[in-house]
Protein backbone atom coordinates (compact mmCIF):
# COMPACT_ATOMS: atom_id res chain seq x y z
CA UNK A 1 0.00 0.00 0.00
CA UNK A 2 1.13 3.46 -0.98
CA UNK A 3 2.40 5.80 2.01
CA UNK A 4 3.44 9.39 1.24
CA UNK A 5 4.82 11.02 4.13
CA UNK A 6 5.72 15.02 3.64
CA UNK A 7 9.05 16.19 6.42
CA UNK A 8 8.56 18.73 8.29
CA UNK A 9 4.91 19.24 9.23
CA UNK A 10 5.27 23.03 9.74
CA UNK A 11 7.81 25.93 8.82
CA UNK A 12 8.54 28.86 9.40
CA UNK A 13 11.02 31.21 8.08
CA UNK A 14 11.72 35.26 7.12
CA UNK A 15 11.07 36.17 3.91
CA UNK A 16 13.63 35.91 1.30
CA UNK A 17 15.12 32.42 2.29
CA UNK A 18 15.35 29.91 -0.36
CA UNK A 19 13.89 26.63 1.37
CA UNK A 20 12.75 22.47 0.56
CA UNK A 21 9.92 21.24 1.14
CA UNK A 22 9.97 17.22 1.17
CA UNK A 23 8.21 13.88 0.15
CA UNK A 24 8.86 10.76 0.42
CA UNK A 25 6.58 7.42 -0.49
CA UNK A 26 7.16 3.77 -0.42
CA UNK A 27 6.20 2.14 -3.41
CA UNK A 28 8.01 3.40 -6.64
CA UNK A 29 5.68 2.45 -8.89
CA UNK A 30 4.28 5.92 -9.61
CA UNK A 31 3.07 7.36 -12.98
CA UNK A 32 3.83 10.91 -12.19
CA UNK A 33 4.09 13.01 -8.66
CA UNK A 34 2.19 16.50 -7.96
CA UNK A 35 2.75 19.07 -5.74
CA UNK A 36 -0.47 21.54 -4.67
CA UNK A 37 -0.65 24.72 -2.57
CA UNK A 38 -3.63 25.08 -0.07
CA UNK A 39 -4.68 28.08 0.93
CA UNK A 40 -6.84 28.00 4.08
CA UNK A 41 -10.13 27.35 3.68
CA UNK A 42 -9.36 26.84 -0.02
CA UNK A 43 -9.28 23.77 -2.82
CA UNK A 44 -5.94 22.84 -4.06
CA UNK A 45 -3.86 24.47 -6.77
CA UNK A 46 -1.61 22.43 -8.56
CA UNK A 47 2.02 23.70 -8.71
CA UNK A 48 4.28 21.44 -10.87
CA UNK A 49 3.90 17.78 -12.19
CA UNK A 50 6.64 15.69 -12.56
CA UNK A 51 6.07 12.57 -14.99
CA UNK A 52 7.84 9.02 -13.31
CA UNK A 53 10.58 9.65 -16.45
CA UNK A 54 11.77 13.35 -15.16
CA UNK A 55 14.08 14.18 -12.54
CA UNK A 56 12.66 17.69 -12.49
CA UNK A 57 10.72 20.31 -13.23
CA UNK A 58 10.46 24.58 -13.19
CA UNK A 59 7.82 27.08 -13.15
CA UNK A 60 8.84 30.86 -11.99
CA UNK A 61 10.87 30.39 -8.27
CA UNK A 62 9.76 26.84 -7.79
CA UNK A 63 11.70 23.49 -8.32
CA UNK A 64 10.31 20.01 -7.38
CA UNK A 65 12.63 16.86 -8.19
CA UNK A 66 12.09 13.36 -8.20
CA UNK A 67 14.13 10.46 -7.67
CA UNK A 68 11.78 7.39 -7.98
CA UNK A 69 14.39 4.86 -7.22
CA UNK A 70 14.70 6.02 -3.88
CA UNK A 71 11.34 7.16 -2.89
CA UNK A 72 11.89 10.82 -2.76
CA UNK A 73 10.74 14.88 -3.98
CA UNK A 74 11.32 17.96 -2.92
CA UNK A 75 10.26 21.46 -3.88
CA UNK A 76 12.32 24.22 -3.56
CA UNK A 77 10.95 27.81 -3.42
CA UNK A 78 13.64 30.54 -3.91
CA UNK A 79 13.11 34.05 -2.41
CA UNK A 80 10.09 33.30 -0.71
CA UNK A 81 7.55 35.92 -0.14
CA UNK A 82 5.30 36.35 2.56
CA UNK A 83 2.04 35.26 -0.22
CA UNK A 84 3.47 31.73 -0.24
CA UNK A 85 2.46 31.36 2.88
CA UNK A 86 0.32 28.38 2.83
CA UNK A 87 -0.28 24.33 3.02
CA UNK A 88 2.09 22.54 0.37
CA UNK A 89 0.99 18.93 -0.44
CA UNK A 90 2.55 16.43 -2.49
CA UNK A 91 0.58 13.51 -4.11
CA UNK A 92 1.69 10.25 -6.38
CA UNK A 93 -0.49 8.79 -9.11
CA UNK A 94 0.18 5.26 -9.49
CA UNK A 95 -0.56 3.68 -12.71
CA UNK A 96 -2.49 0.81 -11.39
CA UNK A 97 -4.39 2.28 -9.39
CA UNK A 98 -6.06 5.88 -10.92
CA UNK A 99 -5.95 8.25 -8.40
CA UNK A 100 -3.45 10.46 -6.13
CA UNK A 101 -2.22 9.26 -2.67
CA UNK A 102 -1.44 12.36 -0.82
CA UNK A 103 0.81 12.91 2.09
CA UNK A 104 -0.36 15.18 5.29
CA UNK A 105 1.09 18.48 4.40
CA UNK A 106 3.37 20.92 4.94
CA UNK A 107 2.42 24.13 6.80
CA UNK A 108 4.64 27.09 5.70
CA UNK A 109 4.55 30.50 7.34
CA UNK A 110 7.09 33.29 5.49
CA UNK A 111 7.27 35.86 7.55
CA UNK A 112 7.50 39.85 6.47
CA UNK B 1 -12.13 29.84 -18.50
CA UNK B 2 -14.29 28.39 -15.82
CA UNK B 3 -12.25 25.83 -13.21
CA UNK B 4 -14.12 23.31 -10.90
CA UNK B 5 -16.86 24.52 -8.99
CA UNK B 6 -18.93 23.04 -5.94
CA UNK B 7 -22.19 23.38 -4.34
CA UNK B 8 -23.03 23.92 -1.92
CA UNK B 9 -19.83 25.60 -0.48
CA UNK B 10 -21.11 24.90 3.29
CA UNK B 11 -23.88 22.71 4.29
CA UNK B 12 -24.70 21.88 7.86
CA UNK B 13 -27.25 18.96 8.32
CA UNK B 14 -28.37 16.72 11.29
CA UNK B 15 -27.41 13.13 11.68
CA UNK B 16 -29.01 11.16 9.97
CA UNK B 17 -30.51 13.26 6.99
CA UNK B 18 -29.49 12.85 3.36
CA UNK B 19 -27.06 15.15 1.70
CA UNK B 20 -26.24 15.62 -1.93
CA UNK B 21 -23.02 17.48 -3.49
CA UNK B 22 -22.10 18.40 -6.60
CA UNK B 23 -19.37 19.43 -8.42
CA UNK B 24 -19.54 20.61 -12.21
CA UNK B 25 -15.71 20.00 -13.87
CA UNK B 26 -13.92 21.68 -16.33
CA UNK B 27 -15.48 21.19 -20.17
CA UNK B 28 -13.86 18.67 -21.87
CA UNK B 29 -12.43 16.76 -18.88
CA UNK B 30 -13.25 13.26 -18.82
CA UNK B 31 -12.32 12.25 -15.38
CA UNK B 32 -13.97 13.01 -12.35
CA UNK B 33 -12.73 12.67 -8.89
CA UNK B 34 -14.19 12.85 -5.27
CA UNK B 35 -11.71 12.97 -2.27
CA UNK B 36 -12.62 13.96 1.48
CA UNK B 37 -9.99 15.81 3.69
CA UNK B 38 -10.29 15.88 7.03
CA UNK B 39 -9.05 18.73 9.43
CA UNK B 40 -5.35 18.51 8.81
CA UNK B 41 -4.90 15.36 6.97
CA UNK B 42 -4.04 15.57 2.96
CA UNK B 43 -7.31 14.59 1.02
CA UNK B 44 -8.08 11.19 0.59
CA UNK B 45 -9.90 9.09 -2.69
CA UNK B 46 -13.45 8.07 -2.28
CA UNK B 47 -14.41 7.34 -6.51
CA UNK B 48 -13.23 8.57 -10.00
CA UNK B 49 -14.93 8.71 -13.02
CA UNK B 50 -13.75 8.25 -16.91
CA UNK B 51 -16.66 9.05 -18.63
CA UNK B 52 -20.17 8.15 -17.26
CA UNK B 53 -18.99 4.90 -15.47
CA UNK B 54 -17.40 4.74 -12.04
CA UNK B 55 -14.07 3.14 -12.62
CA UNK B 56 -12.92 2.60 -9.25
CA UNK B 57 -15.04 3.43 -5.83
CA UNK B 58 -12.66 1.32 -3.87
CA UNK B 59 -12.66 5.03 -1.56
CA UNK B 60 -16.31 4.87 -0.10
CA UNK B 61 -15.92 3.99 3.35
CA UNK B 62 -19.24 2.13 3.20
CA UNK B 63 -22.65 1.69 0.96
CA UNK B 64 -24.02 5.33 2.28
CA UNK B 65 -21.74 7.18 0.13
CA UNK B 66 -22.59 6.70 -3.20
CA UNK B 67 -21.95 9.35 -6.60
CA UNK B 68 -22.99 9.34 -10.25
CA UNK B 69 -22.46 11.43 -13.13
CA UNK B 70 -24.94 10.47 -15.47
CA UNK B 71 -24.05 12.29 -19.07
CA UNK B 72 -20.38 12.30 -18.30
CA UNK B 73 -20.21 15.90 -17.32
CA UNK B 74 -21.63 16.85 -13.67
CA UNK B 75 -21.17 14.44 -10.72
CA UNK B 76 -22.92 14.12 -7.61
CA UNK B 77 -21.91 12.44 -4.14
CA UNK B 78 -24.83 11.25 -2.05
CA UNK B 79 -24.72 10.79 1.68
CA UNK B 80 -27.48 8.51 3.20
CA UNK B 81 -28.28 8.55 6.72
CA UNK B 82 -25.46 10.91 7.63
CA UNK B 83 -23.11 10.59 11.01
CA UNK B 84 -20.93 13.08 12.83
CA UNK B 85 -17.83 11.12 11.31
CA UNK B 86 -18.93 12.46 7.70
CA UNK B 87 -18.00 16.34 8.55
CA UNK B 88 -15.47 17.21 6.59
CA UNK B 89 -14.57 18.70 3.22
CA UNK B 90 -15.26 16.86 -0.16
CA UNK B 91 -12.97 17.72 -2.68
CA UNK B 92 -13.60 16.60 -6.91
CA UNK B 93 -11.28 17.12 -9.31
CA UNK B 94 -11.54 16.72 -12.95
CA UNK B 95 -8.74 15.93 -15.24
CA UNK B 96 -8.41 15.79 -19.02
CA UNK B 97 -7.40 12.21 -19.10
CA UNK B 98 -6.18 10.07 -16.58
CA UNK B 99 -2.71 10.61 -15.26
CA UNK B 100 -3.06 14.25 -16.46
CA UNK B 101 -3.06 17.14 -14.07
CA UNK B 102 -6.01 17.19 -11.67
CA UNK B 103 -7.45 20.43 -11.26
CA UNK B 104 -9.56 20.64 -7.66
CA UNK B 105 -12.41 22.73 -6.85
CA UNK B 106 -12.85 24.70 -3.39
CA UNK B 107 -14.44 21.98 -1.88
CA UNK B 108 -18.11 21.50 0.52
CA UNK B 109 -17.53 21.98 4.00
CA UNK B 110 -20.01 19.17 5.04
CA UNK B 111 -21.27 19.36 8.80
CA UNK B 112 -23.22 16.85 10.44
CA UNK B 113 -24.76 17.76 13.99
Known amino acids: KQEVTQIPAALSVPEGENLVLNCSFT??????LQWFRQDPGKGLTSLLL?????REQTSGRLNASLDKSSGRSTLYIAASQPGDSATYLC???????????FGTGTLLAVQP | GAGVSQTPSNKVTEKGKYVELRCDPI?????LYWYRQSLGQGPEFLIY????????DSGLPNDRFFAVRPEGSVSTLKIQRTERGDSAVYLC???????????FGPGTRLLVL
Open chain 1, 27 to 32: DSAIYN
Open chain 1, 91 to 101: AVYGGATNKLI
Open chain 2, 93 to 103: ASSFGLADTQY
Open chain 2, 49 to 56: FQGTGAAD
Open chain 1, 50 to 54: IQSSQ
Open chain 2, 27 to 31: SGHTA
